[in-house]
């Protein structure tokens, strides 16, 4: 059974930065994707990166030029750094992983998720 263990999170103001990492052990698989979704209150799931074993990266367009991710491959740590957050931002953070590629981004297609983590952009 693959786990994910996420953490950091946390209250930030606008403009500010946080990071939220996901340790898993999807090395078990040869082929992987790895996703980092979030959800707000009232909303639906959404994508925001998705990165594969070959290092091919797809970023939501609300965050491209604000959110980085780095990724430790011997450890399996994917580190989601977030910068110029603003409230929109807010939300449960949730790191989830499939084995193969991320041909298909929609979060029922992943089968591995992390309990979620709580990021709070406000003044």
């Known amino acids: 059974q693959v786990q994910l263990i996420e953490s950091g999170g946390g209250s930030v103001q606008p403009g500010g930065s946080l990071t939220v990492s996901c340790k898993t052990d999807?090395?078990?698989?040869?082929?992987?994707?790895i996703a980092w979704f979030r959800q707000a209150p009232g909303k639906e799931r959404e994508g925001v990166v998705h990165?594969?074993?070959?290092?091919?990266?797809t970023w939501a367009d609300s965050v491209k030029g604000r959110f980085t991710a780095t990724q430790d491959v011997a450890d399996m740590i994917l580190d989601l750094q977030m910068n110029s957050l603003n409230p929109e931002d807010t939300g449960m953070y949730y790191c989830?992983?499939?084995?193969?590629?991320?041909?298909?981004?929609?979060?029922?297609?992943?089968?591995?998720w992390g309990q979620g983590i709580q990021v709070t952009v406000s003044a």
């Open positions: 989830a992983a499939k084995d193969g590629y991320c041909y298909d981004p929609d979060w029922a297609s992943f089968d591995y």
């Open positions: 999807m090395h078990i698989y040869s082929r992987w994707c």
């Open positions: 990165i594969d074993s070959v290092g091919k990266q």
